[in-house]
């Protein structure tokens, strides 16, 4: 305990803490859905497995590691009540099990909420920080998948392989005979590419090479359908099967010269990996893109306290993680008085919830563009809310509605001075401004930022960027697991680690090792 005043901090922490993070109320519900993985063992206390799924998160451990760990660690005997020991805490197959029964019952979020819920029985924090109306702040960063991404040329050829390495299974062949018999020899090579045997950069053989492979493939699914039809249609061939045939149709379209050709362009929900169904292509910016998925974390601004994490896969907009978010904090009976979030999020049923119950949306507002240099935009028109008129800077007013696009006078915007900045309209129309669905947000929005109190506000958002980008260097830029759900998983240990840093940081090391 003493050594642990420099470096790795949180072991001492959780030492003196564990019973409190893991009291009898929580290990109960573990318990609900630990079961004994060997025959013949003693069941091993749940507790004892949640700890150790923190500390493999903690310093990025394996579950092979982790095992180790438990016995050549002091550090790790001494969190998990095993000084001394001998031999291995448990087994690797133990330790994946106990995570996996986690991840099906639900209980992962309850890892994060017990922090939150710590934070309120250590007293590190004022009582009144901690309170049920909060300020939270919003934000995502990318998450690259840790499935394989492929070209089109393999990543058919790679689903080609899973369905003949099942149907070899199934059948009790070797897979060069199926892929003998079933007419796709271009499998038998070790790279496709390496069969097809192309110059690739000539577009004529890349053609030849591409329906070559189609061709075969197609020979597969039909000798399949004739020999396996049964199969086909149960678990496991059914799911080889249907990726195959989702690979093709996304990527693949008929060719007016005969054969098939690359699709044009990108297919909508494009699957890019054939290990990890779930990830999709993702942009940053616009010149940034990464492949997998995005995680989402909800930030209390006062306490620094992560409340909630999603994960959405990548081409999803970020509104789609809100209702998970709310969902999470609706278990902790939390409720936003004041939410941060940039212009993504803009759109979510969060932020209507909020205004709903009379509070505060902090975010930037969408910056209208000028139709041509030196033109107009919608700033420059008068926008009343009270009486949901808008004024063009000739003053001009029009009635508008939410949603809609208001067009001025024809023979009023003919006449006027101003016309050469304000519209490029053909003769005979007027000036047309689109009014958004959220356009007295986006007023109220704008009038905040044009105030030096405002931006100060706007500037609070920061703090969830840094939790963010604790969580991020902590989970890794790379994904750990494939899904949507283990990745989720992940993301909230990630972020009920952090918070119980947050909680060491603001305990005096000597209450700590008082405690202790």
Known sequence: MQRLGRTRKLFAFLRTYRHELFDEAFQTELAAVYRDSGAGRAPLPPALLAMAVLLQGYVGASDAEAVELTLVDLRWQMVLGRLGALAPAFAQGTLQGFRERLIRAGLDVRLLERTV?????????????????????????????????????????????????????????????????????????????????????????????????????????????????????EPPLQAHVETLAQLCAQDLEPDPTGGVRRRDGVAEDRRVSVEDAEMRHGRKSKTKRFNGYKRHLATDLDSELILAGAITPANRPEA?????????????????????????????????????????????????????????TKTAFTIDVRTMTITCPAGETEPFRPGQVVEFDAESCGRCPLRARCTMAAPGAGRTVTMAANELLQVRLRQEMATRRGRTRLRERVAVEHRLAHAVRRQGRRARYRGVRKNTFDLRRAAALQNLETLQRKLPRGAILAAA
């Open 117 to 233: 819920e710590l934070a309120r029985t250590t007293g590190a924090f004022d009582p009144n920080t901690l309170r049920q109306r909060l300020r939270i702040a919003i934000d995502s960063a990318p998450l690259e998948g840790a499935g394989r991404v492929e070209d089109t040329v393999n990543l058919i050829a790679h689903a080609a392989r899973k369905v003949v390495e099942c149907v070899a299974t199934l059948l009790d062949r070797r897979r060069d005979q199926v892929c003998r018999t079933a007419g796709i020899p271009l499998l038998l090579e070790t790279s496709v590419k390496k069969g097809l045997d192309v110059e690739w950069s000539d577009p004529q053989q890349k053609a030849a090479a591409l329906n070559r492979l189609v061709q075969q493939v197609a020979s597969l699914q039909r000798w399949i359908a004739q020999r396996l039809a049964a199969e086909m249609r």
């Open 320 to 376: 789609e993680a809100v209702p998970a978010l709310q969902a999470d904090l609706a278990r902790q009976a939390l409720v936003i008085g004041e939410l941060h979030i940039d212009r993504a999020y803009i759109n979510s049923p969060v932020v209507d919830a909020v205004l709903g119950r009379g509070g505060a949306v902090r975010c930037k507002p969408w910056v209208p563009r000028a139709r041509h240099p030196g033109a107009f």
